[in-house]
């Protein structure tokens, strides 16, 4: 296929070799100049992917319209808060019937929109697929063993999107639920950012493991709230995402919330962090969709009183301790009950 990777950072990069290194032909575009230059004459992205090598078959480009021109296949690899800027100017570009996979998490802060619902609403004319899962671009770069999931409203689509980004150390499932696959991917940022606060605290392994369980219980609740499935949620994009994303050395999440946790403010540790944190941009959005949908969401909740209310995380993690005294879950009852 003739493909278009629409954004080059760390993800977008890595996918962008997988796809050459599946025989794809490959054009990557990024609006900044300098790191179209960068990425040419080292192919490789030098801060965001170092020694990640790139084949020479893949171009690069500034031009947005020679970048889509006669593509099959676009990825959308931008970061979530600049999605719709982006579709809005690829759009006039796009022919009928076109194939974008969206690779970005989050959701959009003032319409409370799913990122593929974003992309449909500018660029009407395209087939609109989703791809998300336990994936830090360092490793998917490396070839390391990584699975992920395919969301798509037609079965046929899914199944082509799979074919392109399979190979022996990508493995690909597919899925209809991409409601369920979108929200995993976006809030599990939220909970990733928790666990960091609790790491920069000096919590341990059992305060880790509490904030992933109950985070993946607080995005299932919402999620079937809004009409995702509930094995979405116990899949990759959702308890697999959430474990990799609260845990890993490579988590940029989890990375922000311990320096938060260490005092810092979220902008302190977003500029430290140097890449975009889409846990930040996604906590707004994820509160709101709780209040709109009556959802308990704790965790979210604290979330936001740190980032936006200058909350202390040692008084949110007090709170989260001392809530009221509930059930694990709420369905199982006692027989005399």
């Not at 790191?35 to 030098?46: A, C, F, G, K, Y």
């Not at 998490?105 to 974003?118: N, Y």
């Not at 965790?299 to 200058?310: A, D, S």
Request: hydrophobic share 40%; aromatic share 6%; proline share 3%.
């Amino acid at each position: 296929m003739k493909i278009c990777v629409l954004g080059a950072g760390s993800w977008g990069i890595a996918l962008t070799k997988l796809l050459a290194g599946n025989n794809h032909e490959v054009t990557v575009w990024s609006i900044d100049p300098e790191e179209i230059s960068m990425l040419r004459e080292n192919s490789q992205h030098l801060s965001k992917l170092p020694g990640v090598m790139l084949p020479g078959t893949i171009e690069y480009t500034t031009d947005m319209e020679n970048a889509i021109y006669d593509k099959e296949l676009i990825v959308m690899a931008v970061p979530s808060p600049f999605v719709r800027t982006t579709a809005k100017s690829a759009s006039i570009y796009i022919e009928k019937d076109k194939i974008i996979v969206n690779v970005a998490k989050g959701i959009e802060d003032d319409s409370l929109m799913r990122l593929s619902q974003v992309i449909e609403e500018e660029i009407p004319q395209a087939r609109v697929a989703v791809l998300s899962g336990p994936s830090h671009a360092e490793e998917v770069g490396r070839e390391l063993p990584t699975t992920v999931v395919v969301g798509a409203k037609d079965k046929g689509l899914a199944k082509q999107v799979q074919d392109v980004f399979m190979n022996d150390y990508f493995r690909v499932y597919i899925s209809p639920d991409m409601v369920g696959i979108e929200l995993g991917g976006a809030i599990k940022n939220v909970i990733a950012l928790a666990a960091g606060v609790a790491d920069g605290l000096g919590c341990g392994d059992n305060t880790k493991a509490a904030l992933i369980t109950r985070g993946i219980y607080e995005i299932t609740s919402l999620g079937l709230a809004m009409g995702g499935k509930a094995e979405t949620f116990a899949g990759l994009s959702g308890t697999g995402d959430l474990i990799v994303t609260c845990a890993s050395q490579h988590s940029r999440n989890r990375r922000a919330g311990y320096l938060m946790g260490q005092g810092k403010t979220y902008q302190e540790a977003m500029d430290d962090v140097k890449m975009v944190v889409e846990g930040v941009y996604s906590a707004k959005a994820a509160l709101a969709l709780a209040n709109k949908y009556d959802v308990d969401m704790p965790i979210v909740e604290q979330v936001n009183k740190i980032l936006f209310e200058g909350y202390l995380a040692k008084d949110a993690l007090r709170d989260l301790l001392t809530r009221d005294k509930k059930k694990e879950a709420s369905s199982l009852t006692w027989s005399a009950e």
